[in-house]
């Protein structure tokens, strides 16, 4: 199994500036999830998925969008980048009947000039 | 709401001697509660995990942590230090049940050094 995979590992983007962050599972986990870390505030939840065709917010869901078309895809979309997107963005999964138990992708360090 | 304050930003430690990091919580009902360890440049790995069942937990790597209710903590310890600790912790808590299990709420992380 690749567990969790997130592309790219880096980006950088003009203000302004579209672009979608990639995240896949092959653990068939029904539950998805992606964070932003920044430095001194650890990981806040930006939107979350219980199953393929669901999805809500999390904390700080402004400025980005999500789909859930399969249950091993979970794109992350920035419509609009803007400077205080600058962060690193992880995507996690878990399974149906413990989904506390995340799995971590490697991170996506994004740069928005 | 729930939440988690750790004490500290940055722990440094001599290699060998004991690993405290602090974590309280905040929480209308029982929570969860969560150590990950983040290597330089690497996603979140599991250290332990309490979900209600024995209050001391064993975790990976020689790492245990006691939920305590009365004092709303759980610190993470280590007996020795070894230079391959050298990361960065994060507590975290959920609820206990329904579909917000998985919404992990993160404290701010404490840096961990290690000195030879």
């Known amino acids: 199994n690749a567990g969790v995979t997130q592309t790219p590992k880096f980006q950088v983007l003009k203000t302004g500036q579209s672009m979608t962050l990639q995240c896949a599972q092959d653990m068939n986990h029904e539950y998805m999830s992606w964070y932003r870390q920044d430095p001194g505030m650890g990981l806040r939840l930006i939107h979350y998925s219980v199953g393929a065709g669901i999805t809500d917010q999390g904390e700080v869901p402004n400025g980005y969008n999500v789909s859930r078309s399969t249950t091993e895809d979970f794109p992350l979309r920035l419509l609009s980048a803007a400077p205080s997107q600058t962060s690193v963005y992880f995507c996690?999964?878990?399974?149906?009947?413990?989904?506390?138990?995340?799995?971590f992708g490697p991170g996506t360090r994004l740069t928005v000039t | 709401a729930q939440s988690v304050t750790q004490l500290g930003s940055h722990v440094s430690v001599s290699e060998g001697a004991l690993v405290l990091l602090r974590c309280n919580y905040s929480s209308s009902v029982p929570p969860y509660l969560f150590w990950y360890v983040q290597y330089p440049n690497q996603g979140l790995q599991l250290l332990l995990k309490?979900?209600?069942?024995?209050?001391l937990v064993k975790g990976i790597n020689g790492f245990e942590a006691e939920f305590k209710k009365s004092e709303t903590s759980f610190h993470l310890t280590k007996p020795s230090a070894h230079m391959s600790d050298a990361a960065e912790y994060f507590c975290a808590v959920t609820l206990p049940y329904g579909g917000s299990q998985g919404n992990l709420i993160f404290g701010k992380g404490t840096k961990l050094s290690v000195k030879p």
């Open positions: 309490y979900t209600s069942a024995a209050t």
């Open positions: 996690a999964s878990s399974p149906r009947d413990i989904l506390y138990e995340q799995y």
